[in-house]
Structures are given as structure tokens and as C-alpha cells.
Antibody, heavy 123, light 105 residues
Framework: LQLEESGPGLVKPSETLSLSCTVS??????????WAWIRQSPGKGLEWIGS???????YYNPSLQSRRTVSIDWSKNQVSLKVTSVTAADTAIYYC????????????????WGPGILVTVSS | YELTQTPSISVSPGQTVTITCSGA??????ACWYQQKPGQSPALVIY???KRPSGIPERFSGSSSGNTATLTISGAQTMDEAEYFC?????????FGGGTKLTVL
């Protein structure tokens, strides 16, 4: 299983950050997997953004409120992330990660992680 | 809700090192641990408090008691020098600790 993030490395303030993650070596419709986005910035460490199941069901971190959307494209075996109205605080490395669904959220874990993509918010 | 880790630990090769993670409701859930070497993505080393993924050396072990989870490296090696993050779920949200930078020299 491999994950690879893609998208622009530079986004202007107030615009929308859009990233894609291509999943290879496994079906995105696997019943034991969610697909997650996690970001890492120097100031805030690791921050889970959200996860999506192949059915389209999503879990989100309330910290980003309604600015984020995670979606799934079954035909391309891809997961996408959009973050609207970005500011410098959204500058981070964004990781696409498999969220292993063990039985209930409290038992789930993240593995493997994609290489990550650095997104800088700057004019 | 926060998971608290000691920011840094330094040990000599061969020593046993324990890295702790504390959280007010950690006793109600399970902890995972991730290792991140410079310039690399995090990698899972422990899940479900104490389970080790295939390929992770036996010197890595995990435990949990009360509201504290612990990662133990028995006989640390220079290749174990990395930052270690704990993670748990709280009310439907994945939370990460601030990380512990382990130096082995």
C-alpha cells in the first residue's frame, strides 16, 4: 500500500487549498480502512484534519470548523482535501494516511503515511 | 484535550528509555505511538497500547496504566534517534501528543 499526495505547494491567503492523494496497492473501497489527512506544522505539531470511509462517511476535527472538506473518487482511487479561506496558520506538511478501522474509533490507528506535501500560504 | 509528552530525552546506546504520554481521559481509550526521523513521515511503532506492527523490532514495547501510556525502548540504538508522538482518540477526534525528541549518543 502506497499513498502519494499531490497539489500546489504555494497558496495565497484567503484562497482554497486543494490536495489529492492517490492510493495504490489497495482498494480505496477496503472495508477496514478510512483515508485520512493529517498535517504537521512547527507551531502546532501533528493535527488530524479528518477521515473518510469508502461509503462517503466522514469524521472531522472540529478545530478547522467548516473550512475543510474530505472527499473520495472511487474511479481514480483518490482522496481529496479542500481547505478554504487559508491563512499563514495553514502552512504545513500535509500527509495522506490510511486510518485503520479496527472496530471503533478509540481503537483505530494511522498506518502507513504518505511522504507528505509542503503547502505554504503566502502572497 | 491534550496529550502531554516530555519534549526531549537523551540516552546512551544500550540504555533503556521510557517515553510517557499523559492525558486526562487516556485511561478510557487506546494509545498509539509513531516514530518520525528527520525528513521522513511518521511511522507506526505501537498500536492498541502494546501491539507491535510487523517489522518493528522487539525492543519497542508499549503499555498503559491509568491516564498514562508508555513507550519503552529496551537497549536503544543510534538508529532509534527520532521524535516520538503518542496518539489517542477523544470524543471522535484523533489527538496527538506534542512529541518527544529522543537523542541516542
Amino acid at each position: 500500500l502506497q499513498l502519494e499526495e499531490s497539489g500546489p505547494g504555494l497558496v495565497k491567503p484567503s484562497e482554497t487549498l486543494s490536495l489529492s492523494c492517490t492510493v495504490s496497492g489497495a482498494s480505496i473501497s477496503s472495508s477496514d480502512s478510512y483515508w485520512a489527512w493529517i498535517r504537521q506544522s512547527p507551531g502546532k505539531g501533528l493535527e488530524w484534519i479528518g477521515s473518510i470511509y469508502f461509503s462517503g462517511a466522514t469524521y472531522y476535527n472540529p478545530s478547522l470548523q467548516s473550512r475543510r472538506t474530505v472527499s473520495i473518487d472511487w474511479s481514480k482511487n483518490q482522496v481529496s482535501l479542500k481547505v478554504t479561506s487559508v491563512t499563514a496558520a495553514d502552512t504545513a506538511i500535509y500527509y495522506c494516511v490510511r486510518h485503520y478501522a479496527y472496530s471503533q474509533l478509540s481503537r483505530d490507528w494511522f498506518d502507513p503515511w504518505g511522504p507528505g506535501i509542503l503547502v505554504t500560504v503566502s502572497s | 484535550y491534550e496529550l502531554t509528552q516530555t519534549p526531549s530525552i537523551s540516552v546512551s546506546p544500550g540504555q533503556t528509555v521510557t517515553i510517557t504520554c499523559s492525558g486526562a481521559r487516556l485511561g478510557d481509550t487506546y494509545a498509539c505511538w509513531y516514530q518520525q526521523k528527520p525528513g521522513q513521515s511518521p511511522a507506526l511503532v505501537i498500536y492498541l497500547d502494546s501491539k507491535r506492527p510487523s517489522g518493528i523490532p522487539e525492543r519497542f514495547s508499549g503499555s498503559s496504566s491509568g491516564n498514562t501510556a508508555t513507550l519503552t525502548i529496551s537497549g536503544a540504538q543510534t538508529m532509534d534517534e527520532a521524535e516520538y508522538f503518542c496518539q489517542a482518540w477523544d470524543r471522535g477526534t484523533a489527538i496527538f501528543g506534542g512529541g518527544t525528541k529522543l537523542t541516542v549518543l
